[in-house]
């Protein structure tokens, strides 16, 4: 069984920065597309970045673009998202997320698609 756990979440005023991290554990003979999550309060869960097993493709929603970029460690089981210029509107649980792959530059912009969660991290905006 895979474990996610994430960290880096905090306070920072609106026009920070964050970095938050995702390192996994466990099982570790599947490839994993990996990605991050958030979910403010009274709200869905929505699609913020993606990673394929490579590293190599990346994916972004649209309020994120230019502003987040998503990476993988030189070890591929840590993930990470840099949150630059960040807005009040940022402000949710941000969850890191993986699915199983068979193909090395895929990576998923589904919710659903992501079968392993972690605990999630809470990030603060200040306005």
């Known amino acids: 069984q895979v474990q996610l756990v994430e960290s880096g979440g905090g306070l920072v005023q609106a026009g920070g920065s964050l970095r938050l991290s995702c390192v996994s554990s466990g099982r570790t003979d599947d490839n994993y597309a990996m990605g991050w999550v958030r979910q403010a309060p009274g709200k869905e869960r929505e699609f913020v970045a993606a990673i394929s097993w490579s590293g190599k493709r990346t994916g972004y929603a649209d309020p994120v673009k230019g502003r987040f970029t998503i990476s993988r460690g030189i070890v591929k089981n840590t993930i990470f998202l840099q949150m630059n210029s960040l807005k009040p509107e940022d402000a949710a649980v941000y969850y890191c997320?993986?699915?199983?792959?068979?193909?090395?530059?895929?990576?998923?912009?589904?919710?659903?698609?992501?079968?392993?969660w972690g605990q999630g991290t809470q990030v603060t905006v200040s306005s």
């Open positions: 997320a993986a699915r199983p792959t068979e193909f090395s530059e895929n990576y998923y912009y589904k919710v659903e698609d992501y079968k392993l």
